[in-house]
């Protein structure tokens, strides 16, 4: 199967992968925003909170069909750091770190609050 073998500074990290039908997705993010007073959750213009990460995770699923997500790597980097992804085809994979199923009344909410938005926004056509 097709997969993304991870290294961060030269060491293996992870090898991610998904069955006949998924999504695995590797994201290196940096965000920087302004922080929040503790207790008025006001926004302090002066100060900011800084955020580099690695995310390698995806979209499996049950043998009843219901969507389950999976995350592989959730981890901070630093300046400087090397991140290398390969793309693999390999049958040897690692187990994902963390496996969270999807509650179909809850995914079926999402979508129904979602329709309703868009039928707020753009009518009913």
Not at 30 to 47: F, H, I, K, N
Not at 82 to 100: C, E, G, M
Request: a negative charge; aromatic letters at 6%.
């Amino acid at each position: 199967m097709i997969g993304f073998e991870i290294s961060i500074d030269g060491q293996k990290a992870c090898t991610a992968a998904i069955g006949d039908v998924g999504v695995v997705s590797v994201i290196a993010t940096w965000v920087r925003r302004a922080s929040r007073a503790p207790t008025s959750g006001q926004m302090v213009r002066a100060q900011f909170e800084e955020e580099l990460t690695l995310d390698v995770g995806g979209l499996d699923h049950d043998p009843d069909g219901a969507g389950v997500n999976v995350k592989w790597l959730d981890r901070s980097l630093r300046v400087g750091q090397r991140i290398t992804v390969t793309v693999v085809d390999t049958a040897h994979i690692d187990p994902p770190v963390s496996r969270q199923r999807e509650d179909p009344a809850s995914a079926e909410q999402r979508k129904r609050e979602y329709y309703e938005r868009l039928k707020r926004e753009y009518g009913d056509v």
